[in-house]
């Protein structure tokens, strides 16, 4: 895994409270549901650890360092989706209407999703279902770009990361889908 000792999580994005948040994220570290690799319950962590090495800055070279960024941590669902998903769903409406909230990992699907086994595995080995014949970052950024350029963003939803025995190249695609849906915040 890459060395992150001393990097700000997040790119050093300001933190702030919820009610002055332009974004909010929260990790729901869920994989009851998955049929073939479990793993993404810890896909939050690691993508929150990784998160250093993201400056906040995107593709087109225009910084986003003043946005402001509120963590909600995990918010663990149980052993119940059935049960769990209610203190869930009390935490995420902490999230004031104008800021868009980013959930990550965990078999769930809000607001905008980007199931991360969409990228060919050559792109996101670690995946729930790692499937030839997907797309690419590239791809996937093109895509994200052009479904958010033309609205209102009020959330993203990355999910299906399952990290586990891999080398992190889906958690840095998780990262960079979720730094350039920022940026045009």
Known sequence: MID???LPAWGGLLSAPASD???AVAGIPYDGSATYRH????????IRGLSG???????RGHGFEDLTL???GDLELGSSVMTGWEAAASRLGEVPSGAVLTALGGDHCSA??????ALDPAFAPGTE???AGGISTRQALDLVRAVAG???LVGLDVCEVAPVGSDGIAVLAALKVVFETWALL
Do not use: Q, T
């Open 70 to 72: 509120h963590d909600l």
């Open 4 to 6: 992150v000792e001393g």
């Open 112 to 117: 905008i999703p980007f199931d991360i086994d």
């Open 129 to 131: 279902i790692p499937s």
């Open 39 to 46: 793993g993404a319950r810890y896909a939050p962590a690691l």
């Open 21 to 23: 948040a332009r974004a």
């Open 150 to 152: 033309g609205c209102r």
């Open 53 to 59: 090495v993201m400056p906040p800055v995107d593709e």
